[in-house]
């Protein structure tokens, strides 16, 4: 999956969105559906809810797929200074939270702050990321 990212505003916060690190929790849209909403084009909306509310909603994404900055200070790395975590989800993947360094089979590396979301159910298109198929083909673990 390409390395997209997706930039939303609603002049005071941006809300940064890399679908290739989603990993479809829902948490977003479940949370704040007046902001994030799958089923309408575009999907994030930041007009329909104060900033505070949408930092709040964005705070809970589990993968940082959803990741934001405040439109008055410089763009900064969502770089987390604390120690490494790593969690396994219930019929999903592997949260790893903390600063990475990820090494692909050829050795390019690629630098992940916050939170990664690794495939545990074998089946994602964009390993060793989960893409969320997991959902689709009824993982359970």
């Not at 989603?22 to 007046?34: D, F, N, T, V």
């Not at 200070?73 to 200074?81: D, G, I, L």
């Not at 074998?122 to 689709?136: F, L, R």
């Amino acid at each position: 999956m390409k390395d997209i990212t997706k930039k939303y505003s609603n002049g005071e916060v941006t809300i940064v969105w890399k679908p290739g690190v989603c990993i479809h929790s829902k948490i977003c849209w479940q949370g704040l559906a007046e902001v994030f909403n799958p089923a309408e084009r575009p999907w994030i909306k930041p007009k329909a809810a104060t900033t505070d509310q949408i930092i709040a909603q964005i705070k809970q994404c589990p993968s940082g797929a959803l990741s934001y900055y405040l439109n008055d200070q410089a763009e900064e790395s969502q770089e987390c200074h604390a120690e490494s975590i790593v969690e396994a989800i219930s019929n999903g993947p592997l949260l790893v939270y903390g600063n990475l360094i990820v090494k692909d089979k050829d050795g390019n590396e690629t630098r992940k702050n916050k939170v990664t979301a690794f495939c545990r159910c074998g089946a994602s298109a964009n390993k060793p990321y989960c893409d969320g198929t997991h959902t689709k083909i009824g993982f359970t673990s």
